[in-house]
Every structure is written in C-alpha cells, then in structure tokens.
T-cell receptor
Framework: DTGVSQDPRHKITKRGQNVTFRCDPI?????LYWYRQTLGQGPEFLTY????????KSRLLSDRFSAERPKGSFSTLEIQRTEQGDSAMYLC????????????FGEGSRLTVL | ELKVEQNPLFLSMQEGKNYTIYCNYS?????LYWYRQDPGKSLESLFV?????AVKQEGRLMASLDTKARLSTLHITAAVHDLSATYFC???????FGKGTKLSVKP
C-alpha cells in the first residue's frame, strides 16, 4: 500500500470557478477525513466519513463545500464558486475505526484562488 | 466550545538542552495524538496516548497524558537540529488540532 494519495497536488483557479479534489485512502481504512490548513495554522477539521456515511461536518463550513465518498473508498471534496479565502492546503487523512485512531495523512492539495 | 491549546507556539531551542511543550484541551477525550509536520510536508503521527497516565517515548521525545488535568506534555531531551519542525497535538473523534508549536534548534 502506498499510503494516502491526493490529486491534484496543486490547483490554481480563478475566483468563481469550481474545483474538485480527490483522495484515495489506505485501502483497509474505513474512516476518511478532510482538513484545511493555512500557513502557520493547525489543520482545521472539515468533515469525516465512516465507510460511505458522512458522520460529521464542521458547522463553520460554507455550503459551497461538499464532500462525497460514494463507495466507501475514495472521496471527493468539491468547492463551488471559489473565493480567495478558500486558498489553502486541503489535507486528506484516513484511519481504521478499530485501531488507535491515529491519522495517516496524504501530501495535500494546494489550492490558489486568483 | 471545544478547544485545543498549545504553548508555546514558538520555541527556539539550543542543542543539547531539554524542553517541554504543553497541550491543554477542553473536551473529555481520553485519547490524545501528537503529530509532526516538516515545512512544506504533510503531518506524520508521532504518538497515540490512549489513557490517563499513558507515557510513550521515541528517541529524544517523550509524551505523557493526564486526562484529569486535560493536559499532555511533549518533552524533548537534549535537542538536536533534526527535531526542528512544527508539532501538533490533537484530540477527539473528529481529531481537533491545536495551532502547533514551531520548534527550531540552534547550535
């Protein structure tokens, strides 16, 4: 297993455009998390899935953000009508519910909104 | 409101000296995680502390957990340059992170 992979690694877009990020977790992990991280800050929780069910979503998250994990494997995070404030690193992580709960992170997808 | 607070946020260390980072949290979580992040890189798990009184050690780093005080510490023994990074603690099911402590080690 090659770990958590994210695609694309970098995305530059114009304000108002939609963007989608994909995350492939470690294959035996049933939990998948999305975080956003800006420079000098800790990861900010966005949402998480157990299998295909989205169990929690940050109350601070704009409704322009949506995430799916249709078959309980890979996940997508879509941002509609992007704003400059959406510029950040979007991190995906996975874990197994039967384990200790530590997260295994991907390398992240960096979004720049012009 | 759920909070995870780390201090200090910045720590300039001298090689060979000992230091401690503190992580306070406001939930009743009995699990606490420490992660390391190198510049431009993603996060790497260091320790998972699963119960009150848990202590884990790896090399020059030792982490401990006091769930009654809602406090975890990360102790650095005889700092060396390759420990320079940002260290995060995190708690709870959603895995809420602190703001991180940026460590730099100077000769």
């Amino acid at each position: 297993d090659t770990g958590v992979s994210q695609d694309p690694r970098h995305k530059i877009t114009k304000r108002g455009q939609n963007v989608t990020f994909r995350c492939d977790p470690i294959s035996e992990h049933n939990r998948l998390y999305w975080y956003r991280q800006t420079l000098g800050q800790g990861p900010e929780f966005l949402t998480y899935f157990q299998n295909e069910a989205q169990l929690e979503k940050s109350r601070l998250l704009s409704d322009r953000f949506s995430a799916e994990r249709p078959k309980g494997s890979f996940s997508t995070l879509e941002i509609q009508r992007t704003e400059q404030g959406d510029s950040a690193m979007y991190l995906c992580a996975s874990s197994h519910s039967g384990g200790a709960g530590e997260l295994f992170f991907g390398e992240g997808s960096r979004l720049t909104v012009l | 409101e759920l909070k995870v607070e780390q201090n200090p946020l910045f720590l300039s260390m001298q090689e060979g000296k000992n230091y401690t980072i503190y992580c306070n949290y406001s939930t009743t979580s009995d699990r606490l995680y420490w992660y390391r992040q190198d510049p431009g890189k993603s996060l790497e798990s260091l320790f998972v502390l699963l119960s009150n009184g848990a202590v884990k050690q790896e090399g020059r780093l030792m982490a401990s957990l006091d769930t009654k005080a809602r406090l975890s510490t990360l102790h650095i023994t005889a700092a060396v340059h390759d420990l320079s990074a940002t260290y995060f603690c995190a708690v709870d099911m959603e895995v809420l992170f602190g703001k991180g402590t940026k460590l730099s080690v100077k000769p």
